[in-house]
């Protein structure tokens, strides 16, 4: 395939793009890490998504519907989610969150998209709305047997909606399972969303179901979590929630370390048929964790193409060194981009590479900066109590078991879930578990890692840890 053909934007072009960004400068640093708004920020907001919120939960429980009742976009794209009306892959949305200064709340706080100006005029009363937020959504699959999907999803997300379904008992299996995930992630900031509120007020069951719900999120992180009663279907209390929403405190941002992108999706924008010279490069999706990403900055994508010897099993990596040609949120055309938010970046290499998210899992950032690649990795092991909800012949299962010699679980690093083998249990302390990766990885010392075991056909969360140590990758050792 021949080389794709991008360019940088023109000067004429980047003058457009920066007049919507403002220009940064070390003052602006000290500005933007303020946890209060300031008019930086507010800046910025209008053109790119500062915080990411996943929405997790069971099985149709109304996760994809919320996500399009605030964001007017449909998060699922693919003709099978679409047919099935489930969602397989982690969905993406933003939406800008307004408030009226005149109108009462909860109908103050408006939501639309992504490209909405940034002072629209309210539809009640014409008075100007305030641009609150810029969220980007994670919208996770609630399947059990896509919670490997859903625990990629948990590592970019700065706050969550739990979504339960008001005509069921609570908790449906993913409920728990996705609230450990995103508790054993540290998530602080968790908003109950009660849905179907429509179709559960006979013989008053919703107020029933609101009592399971408080007494299933005592002792954790959303033990005093909000619960709003919503109809997504019917747009019912979205306002409130976008009022919530409003609240969630923007976290507090590194701009100045070396830029991590973590790339949770990647694709190929080239229609079939096009001609070699109208090709364009390869995009990475995701969300940058810390610095500043801006177009024309050489960057390197770690694990690189990791190519197998069929003869001898042997290793080998081949560096993917790139040049970002354009940065987008959404619609919106960027020159730079901070952490938060859902970004794609445009970049020079060829567009195989990107095609069907084969980038996932991978991290991006400025070449010799990034963490170390492993294929072995010692981990501090915090197991569940007990399994959540599964049944087995009727029965449900309660005890997660210990984990055993040679036995191969799945773990969830950043954005990747790699096969992780057994081959030595203890070391200086009883829970230290040793892994041999199935594939390559690119982590941090001290990073947090979820661990899965296959139970009845699925994977599912048996528990969390820390990387301690581990072994970096070495061609010549490697087989």
């Given at each position: ?306 190519e197998i010897n069929n003869q001898n099993g042997k290793k080998k990596i081949i ?33 195989f590479l990107t095609r069907g998210d084969r980038l996932v899992g991978r991290i ?116």
């Open positions: 395939m021949a080389e794709p053909v991008d360019i940088l934007p023109t000067e004429e072009e980047c003058k457009e793009i920066l007049s919507h960004q403002p220009k940064l400068t070390m003052q602006n640093f000290e500005v933007l890490n303020n946890p209060d708004l300031s008019p930086l920020i507010k800046e910025i907001m209008s053109r790119q998504a500062t915080m990411n919120i996943g929405t997790i939960g069971h099985v149709s429980h109304g996760k994809t519907t919320l996500v399009k009742a605030i964001t007017g976009i449909q998060t699922t794209r693919h003709k099978i989610e679409i047919q099935r009306n489930i969602t397989y892959n982690l969905g993406y949305a933003n939406a800008k969150l307004y408030k009226c200064p005149k109108c009462k709340p909860p109908e103050a706080y408006k939501s639309y998209g992504s490209s909405k100006e940034d002072a629209p005029k309210c539809e009640v009363c014409g008075s100007t709305l305030e641009l609150l937020r810029h969220i980007s959504f994670v919208d996770c699959p609630g399947h059990d047997i896509l919670m490997a999907t859903m625990l990629n999803g948990a590592a970019v997300m700065d706050a969550a909606l739990l979504l339960i379904a008001a005509n069921v008992p609570c908790p449906q299996t993913q409920t728990s399972e996705h609230l450990a995930a995103v508790e054993n992630m540290d998530l602080k900031h968790i908003i109950i969303i009660q849905n179907k509120i429509d179709i559960a007020m006979k013989d008053d069951y919703a107020r029933q179901q609101y009592q399971q719900i408080k007494k299933f999120v005592e002792g954790t992180n959303a033990s005093t979590s909000p619960i709003i009663p919503i109809s997504a279907q019917l747009k019912y209390n979205i306002d409130v929630v976008i009022q919530y929403l409003c609240k969630l405190p923007i976290p507090k941002r590194d701009f100045v370390s070396p830029p991590r992108f973590i790339v949770v999706r990647s694709f190929d924008i080239n229609k079939p048929g096009t001609e070699s010279k109208n090709l364009k490069g390869g995009v990475a999706g995701g969300t940058l964790i810390r610095g500043i990403l801006k177009v024309g900055e050489v960057v390197e994508i770690k694990p690189g193409i990791i560096p993917i060194v790139s040049r970002i040609v354009s940065l987008k949120a959404e619609e919106n055309d960027l020159i730079y981009c901070i952490p938060g938010g859902l970004i794609g970046v445009g970049l020079k290499i060829d567009p991006l950032g400025h070449p010799g900066k990034l963490p170390d690649i492993y294929q072995k990795i010692v981990v501090r092991v915090h197991l569940l109590k007990r399994l959540l909800g599964i049944k087995r012949q009727g029965k449900i299962l309660e005890s997660v078991g210990e984990i055993r010699q040679q036995e191969v679980l799945l773990v969830n690093v950043g954005s990747t879930s790699v096969g992780a083998k057994v081959y030595h249990i203890g070391g200086e302390k009883d829970e230290e578990i040793s892994f041999e990766l199935l594939n390559l990885v690119c982590a941090e010392i001290g990073e947090k890692i979820a661990i899965s075991r296959k139970i009845e056909k699925s994977w599912r969360l048996i528990g969390w840890g820390e990387v301690l140590r581990g072994t970096i990758f070495d061609e010549s050792e490697s087989g």
